[in-house]
């Protein structure tokens, strides 16, 4: 009986040891998460601003290709001499023109040249109030003439990963 006491007593100490972690165990495991937190948070905003970066070339991609076609069809005379403003360039007046759309030239039918489907929502700025420039307008302009529309930027004053500013994009 007393072989057995023994041997219970070894086994018993064997158990309560190995029935769960020390406390330095646990300190250490939750160290590694961190870290591994810690390194992967900056790749996620990295990660996601370069999506936003992508976002905002294809929005401007695409209004400044609307622009380019209303400009061919108005130089083409393609479009209504009614929906084009005198002294624009054959320019759109604003980006809405470019989604309502103008008449086309000799069609009696009064079918309508739409350019944009919609006006694209800034990714930056989460709004769809655009920077526009007129052709008038100098280079480095900060404000809109007002007269035209010859190209379109991100009001948002931030720096892309690049370096460069968004709205010289």
Same mark, same amino acid.
């Given at each position: 009986m007393t072989g057995f006491?023994?041997?219970? $007593?070894?086994?018993? &100490?064997? /158990?309560k040891r190995a029935a769960g972690y020390t406390f330095i165990e646990l300190i250490i495991v939750s160290t590694m998460l961190l870290v591994l937190a810690s390194a992967i948070m900056p790749l996620t905003r990295v990660t996601m601003q370069r999506t936003r970066e992508a976002e905002?070339?294809?929005?401007?991609r695409e209004m400044r290709t609307a622009i380019d076609k209303f400009k061919d069809a108005a130089d083409l005379g393609q479009i209504g001499s009614l929906d084009i403003k005198v002294g624009s360039e054959n320019y759109p007046a604003?980006? #809405?023109?470019?989604? #309502?759309?103008?008449? /086309? /030239?000799?069609?009696?039918?009064?079918? &309508?040249? &739409?350019?944009?489907?919609?006006i =694209?929502?800034? =990714?930056?700025?989460? $709004?769809?109030d655009w920077g526009l420039r007129s052709y008038q307008d100098k280079p480095d302009s900060t404000s809109w003439g007002g007269q035209d529309v010859f190209d379109v930027h991100t009001t948002f004053g931030g720096r892309a990963l690049d370096g460069t500013k968004y709205m010289d994009w």
């Open positions: 006491g023994i041997r219970d $007593s070894a086994f018993g &100490k064997l /158990a905002l070339r294809r929005a401007l604003d980006l #809405e023109t470019l989604v #309502e759309g103008v008449t /086309a /030239a000799n069609d009696a039918t009064g079918r &309508k040249l &739409k350019f944009l489907r919609h =694209p929502v800034d =990714p930056m700025t989460h $709004s769809m």
